[in-house]
């Protein structure tokens, strides 16, 4: 798994630098994991070409469809709490966009193996393979979390400069209930990526769609009924994680998978 990790970690250190000046590119990792999950499909189903990729790409542009309308709906909510809420939710969702494809990076490089794995038809190694990205992705999440507790206002002010006031506490609130969501961000990715990893793509999308219908929901309650601002729409996140990995861990934990946790 380590020795997989690294030319996706080059990649995506490359990559971090390309969101970082205001760019956007999550091509990349996109790429590397479609590639791998078809070949694996291939050698697994026999299908032609053609069919692989259109079996494969369907599922990812829906992802991406719904990620980016979740997001868009989140900052239309967020925008009645006032122009210090928007500003602090943008500035720390910068940050967090970063971290949160680096837990995607990580799933892809460890599901490349099981996709091999699952190609090959040796499930056992595969569960074993599986496993190891579940802990590592687990223990690195977990370890990058609790270090930027500890200096998330330090982390602030040094990527931002000096910010006013207001906009500073609501960032510290936001950043701080986010980042207890990061596990669950990169438990959730493993576990979809595993699936993924065996064609079940359906799966993986179903809970794509609850996550983001779950976090709109939890938006709309705590932000327009109990006027809780940056906090609610960083609990209402927080939350939608949580529902996200546990399900996709469950599902992907099921015996009757070739493959599973």
């Not at 694996?40 to 026999?46: H, S, V």
């Not at 692989?52 to 990620?67: E, F, K, N, R, Y």
């Not at 602090?88 to 949160?100: C, E």
Request: hydrophobic share 50%; glycine share 8%.
């Amino acid at each position: 798994i380590a020795k997989s990790l690294v030319p996706y970690a080059i990649l995506s250190l490359g990559v971090t630098f390309v969101i970082a000046t205001g760019g956007i590119d999550l091509s990349i990792g996109t790429v590397c994991f479609g590639s791998a999950v078809l070949a694996g499909a291939l050698c697994k189903t026999g299908v032609t070409a053609e069919e692989g990729t259109l079996w494969l790409t369907i599922p990812i542009i829906l992802d991406a469809l719904l990620s980016i309308i979740a997001g868009m709906v989140d900052s239309a909510m967020v925008s009645s709490a006032g122009e210090a809420a928007v500003s602090a939710v943008s500035l720390v969702d910068s940050i967090n966009i970063l971290f949160i494809g680096m837990f995607s990076s990580i799933a892809v490089g460890g599901s490349v193996v099981t996709t091999q794995y699952v190609g090959s038809r040796n499930y056992k190694q595969g569960c074993v393979s599986a496993n190891q990205l579940l802990y590592a992705a687990a223990t690195i999440s977990t370890v990058l979390m609790s270090v930027m507790l500890l200096l998330k206002k330090p982390i602030l002010q040094m990527i931002y400069g000096n910010i006013e006031a207001d906009v500073l506490e609501n960032a510290i609130t936001y950043f701080s209930i986010t980042l207890l969501g990061y596990p669950f961000s990169a438990i959730g990715s493993a576990a979809t990526a595993v699936l993924r990893s065996m064609g079940k793509n359906r799966q993986a999308v179903s809970i794509t769609i609850i996550f983001n219908i779950l976090n709109v929901i939890g938006n709309a309650t705590l932000i327009n009924r109990f006027h809780l601002g940056v906090a609610g729409a960083a609990i209402s996140t927080t939350f939608s994680r949580m529902v996200f990995a546990v399900w996709s861990v469950s599902l992907a934990h099921s015996k009757k998978l070739p493959v599973h946790f």
